[in-house]
């Protein structure tokens, strides 16, 4: 199973969706019409905020649900800004060394609802990335695929 965690900016229709002022994404609704093939993702919502308000407080929230959780293939939606100081706390933070998980970060330049947007694009191939990737976190971000040391 593929775990999506949300953590809100730009990916998630923030800018563009009068929804995201109330804690919602658009991106299980996009991902269930489209991938349907992928009948096993599950969505955990963090917060939906732009990445410059995610605190410390919330990257620690996020090293929790890694941690706790089963999946060994997540994917963490994130505003572009601060996503790789996320992915480095992350790393950092890394609950345990021996563990198997994939945890690989995206973001979007426009939001789900605009067009045209790589939101979606970025989304399905982090989707694809995260079953080929050798255990570690990682930015996905413009066609690149970062390991984070």
């Known amino acids: 199973m593929k775990k999506f965690i949300i953590m809100g900016g730009t990916i998630s229709s923030i800018a563009a969706n009068e929804n995201s002022e109330q804690g ?43 941690a706790n959780d089963y999946s060994d293939q997540i994917i963490v939606t ?4 601060t ?19 994939v945890v690989c970060f995206v ?12 939101a ?6 982090a989707l694809e990335k995260v079953e080929g990737l050798k255990p570690g976190v990682y930015c996905y971000l413009d066609g690149q695929t970062v390991e984070i040391k």
């Open 78 to 81: 994130h505003g572009t800004i």
């Open 24 to 66: 919602f994404s658009d991106i299980p609704n996009y991902l269930e019409k489209v991938y349907k093939e992928y009948p096993n993702l599950c969505f955990f919502n963090i917060c939906m905020k732009d990445s410059r308000q995610i605190t410390d407080e919330d990257r620690e929230l996020l090293v929790k649900e890694i």
């Open 83 to 101: 996503m790789t100081k996320t992915a480095q706390f992350i790393k950092k933070h890394w609950p345990d060394k021996r563990t198997k998980k």
């Open 107 to 118: 973001g979007a330049e426009f939001a789900l609802d605009v067009y045209p947007t790589d």
């Open 120 to 125: 979606l694009l970025n989304l399905g191939i």
